[in-house]
């Protein structure tokens, strides 16, 4: 099947020049980007006669599909369940632990296909998702049905806190907590190697664990070694407050990166999710390892974890360091709109420095695409326009409001538009998103389901919004 959108007023093909082709048009040839360039050279190079499908672009716009690098998908089903003035510690054990503990694998499967939908409907065709409450097998099933790319994995940990949180159930504990590291990354292995490479190649098994106090520094240090042995990456929550990061100090002399650093435990199989606590000798660790990071600036801005007065984003970016955009979930930042992310962190630092020229909307769209997909490890085939890379691409139409009038589409893509405007989302040469739905799934009844799920996991998990914790002194 070959497939011509021509007369695209421009494509942001976010490639080695971020070069922004106007009047462009593409190629998609199956599941691939057979040729791009202006409408004018793609006419020259194909006739009519070999080409299946046109498509006028008239008025459209084109950039590559967005990467997510850090989310939860079995948190969907936690929107606005938690109140805001908590800090990400008591976020995590108090809140969102107790929610994971009574979602069970029909509320994950829903809560996947949910969180899916949103991204799609806001540009997002391949993330990084933290792992599963249950078998990552549910999120695999879900994920292959909606059609996106994706990695996911089986979160674990190996180090529980003394006294269980109220909440915490025995049975979440049992799944999460594994008696020793050993155990532990004999499972991660077995699910690796069960569902690396699903659906085709689109989705992928990582080695993800959930990282900081509830895992041992032999299983930070195990997991990445794994990842390695195994040709996949890892991914776990790493210095993602000061708090985090204090009491690290305190009871292991040094903050959360350096412990690892120390151990042997950083390589460019490791994105690590957040690094909000990184000192500047850190920053040169990250660069001197070719680690990952995944930044969630909604989930900053919400668990107020600091990004602009301790945060080194801009300086990791100087250094050399690959820094992806997440959402991390709908309860950690609100939502899974990758472009709220990509409008905060093309300002926030710009603000807060008070200096107009640190990230920016060029920067800041990298981010959302290119440099998203090498944290991931999966460049070579995405998170760009270019020939011989998979059609995963975003169509924005500019006779929307938000974009009328225009100059210059980078600017207009990050500072003006919103994911109101985005009319068709593209994953392997599938339009998943189209005429204002995602193809692949019941949008209505999902929604009906989502919604009753929600309320009997709240209502099961006891969580009072008024009346929750709102400090914390596990693993202090
Ligand atoms: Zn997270």
């Known amino acids: 099947m070959r497939t011509l959108i021509e007369h695209l007023d421009f494509a942001c093909t976010v490639n080695g020049s971020d070069e922004v082709i106007k009047d462009a048009a593409v190629l998609i040839e199956d599941q691939w980007i057979a040729d791009i360039g202006s409408t004018t050279e793609l006419h020259k190079r194909h006739t009519r006669g070999t080409i299946d499908k046109i498509i006028d672009g008239t008025l459209i716009g084109i950039c590559p599909g967005f990467v997510d690098t850090h989310v939860h998908l079995s948190e969907t089903l936690s929107r606005a369940a938690f109140p805001d003035h908590l800090n990400t510690r008591t976020w995590v054990f108090h809140w969102a632990k107790p929610f994971y503990a009574h979602v069970n694998e029909e509320d994950e499967y829903i809560s996947v296909l949910l969180g899916a939908t949103e991204m799609l409907r806001a540009g997002t065709t391949c993330f990084l998702d933290m792992g599963a409450q249950n078998d990552p097998g549910v999120t695999v099933r879900a994920i292959e049905q909606v059609g996106m790319r994706g990695i996911t994995g089986r979160h674990a940990a190996d180090n529980p806190p003394e006294q269980l949180p109220k909440g915490w159930s025995e049975e979440m504990v049992a799944h999460h907590f594994f008696p020793d590291t050993q155990t532990a990354l004999r499972e991660l292995e077995d699910c690796v190697r069960r569902w690396d490479g699903s659906a085709g190649g689109r989705i992928r098994c990582w080695v993800n664990i959930e990282g900081k106090e509830p895992c041992s520094l032999e299983l930070h240090v195990g997991a990445r ?98 820094v992806g955009l997440g959402t991390d979930g709908v309860s950690a930042s609100g939502n899974l709109n990758l472009m709220r992310q990509m409008y905060a962190v093309a300002g926030l630092f710009k603000d807060a420095r008070n200096d107009p020229t640190a990230i920016g909307a060029r920067q800041a769209l990298r981010m959302a695409t290119i440099d998203g997909a090498r944290a991931l490890d999966w460049d070579r085939e995405i998170g760009s326009l270019e020939v011989g890379k998979r059609a995963d691409f975003i169509l924005f139409d500019l006779d929307h409001v938000e974009w009328t009038p225009y100059t210059d589409p980078l600017q207009a893509l990050v500072w003006s538009a919103t994911s109101a405007s985005i009319i068709e989302t593209w994953v392997d040469g599938q339009a998943l998103y189209r005429e204002g739905r995602v193809q692949t799934v019941d949008e209505t009844a999902l929604k009906q389901e989502a919604r009753e799920r929600a309320a009997a996991i709240v209502e099961r998990a006891g969580l009072e919004f008024d009346h929750g914790p709102s400090s914390t002194s596990l693993y202090d």
Not at 241 to 269: F, M, Y
Not at 298 to 321: F, Q, R
Request: proline share 3%.
């Open 225 to 322: 070694a794994l990842a390695e042995k195994l040709g996949v990456g890892t991914t776990y929550h790493l210095a993602t407050s000061i708090e985090e990061a204090d009491v690290c100090q305190r009871k292991h002399g040094c903050w959360p990166l350096t412990r690892i650093a120390n151990a042997g435990g950083l390589g460019s199989n490791l994105v690590i999710a957040h690094g909000a606590a990184i000192s500047d000798d850190e920053v040169a660790l990250l660069a001197r390892h070719d680690t990952r990071v995944a930044f969630c600036p909604g989930t900053s801005l919400k668990l107020g974890k600091g990004a602009t007065c301790i945060g080194k984003y801009p300086e990791m970016i100087d250094a050399g360091v690959t």
